[in-house]
């Protein structure tokens, strides 16, 4: 049998308080690639962090990030359904703009 280990754990865990929440934290693991992990390491040392937090920081962006666009996408929903659609013209508008970039 020939075993290949072509991934790594990275395994977080927020044991110690939040310092901007204050709430109690859990542990669980991620599998990735090798490579992923040394440069998380690599910028973990640059920053003088943990890989852990470095990791949570990049959680919460991501959260972040699909929170706002959830929104957008509501608000988008809720426009359509009151029928408020952008004009013909106004779609040709968008589109001759990006025409020749």
Known sequence: MNLRYDSAVIIVNRNEPD???SMTTEAFSVR???KK???LDKLAEQQDRS???LVN???DQYLELLAW???RI???IKSADAGRFASDAEMDAIFNKY???
């Open 19 to 21: 310092v901007q929440n």
């Open 99 to 101: 025409k020749d970039a």
């Open 51 to 53: 890989r852990n937090y």
């Open 57 to 59: 920081q990049a959680i």
């Open 37 to 39: 992990v040394r440069k």
């Open 32 to 34: 990735t690639d090798p």
């Open 69 to 71: 666009q959830d929104e």
């Open 74 to 76: 509501k608000e988008g």
